[in-house]
Nanobody
Framework: QVQLVESGGGLVQVGGSLRLSCAASGSLFSECGMGWYRQAPGKQRELVAAISRLSTTTYADSVKGRFTISRDNAKNTVYLQMNSLKPEDTAVYYC????????????WGQGTQVTVAS
């Protein structure tokens, strides 16, 4: 199994940067596709960025060119570097691990708050 713990959220000014980390326990991390999602108050949870087990990345249009997702399989960690932050990036950010096949996984972290102050 995999357990996820996010860190790195906080309060930042418009235009600032934050780096979120998601540390995974367990031995299946390298086999998982990883994603960062966010949920703002009153809104549905949305995909921000994803990285496959082969490190192929995808991004929501709203964050392209500003956010970068990466993974370090040796450290069982996935990162989200967020630059040029905007007030509309304010949300709780969640890490997700997903794996198909004989052993299926769909695991969520507890979330970390990101607040961008104007």
């Amino acid at each position: 199994q995999v357990q996820l713990v996010e860190s790195g959220g906080g309060l930042v000014q418009v235009g600032g940067s934050l780096r979120l980390s998601c540390a995974a326990s367990g031995s299946l991390f390298s086999e998982c596709g990883m994603g960062w999602y966010r949920q703002a108050p009153g809104k549905q949870r949305e995909l921000v960025a994803a990285i496959s087990r082969l490190s192929t990345t995808t991004y929501a249009d709203s964050v392209k060119g500003r956010f970068t997702i990466s993974r370090d399989n040796a450290k069982n960690t996935v990162y989200l570097q967020m630059n040029s932050l905007k007030p509309e990036d304010t949300a709780v950010y969640y890490c997700n691990a997903r794996k198909s096949g004989i052993i299926k996984l769909d695991v969520w972290g507890q979330g970390t708050q990101v607040t961008v102050a104007s």
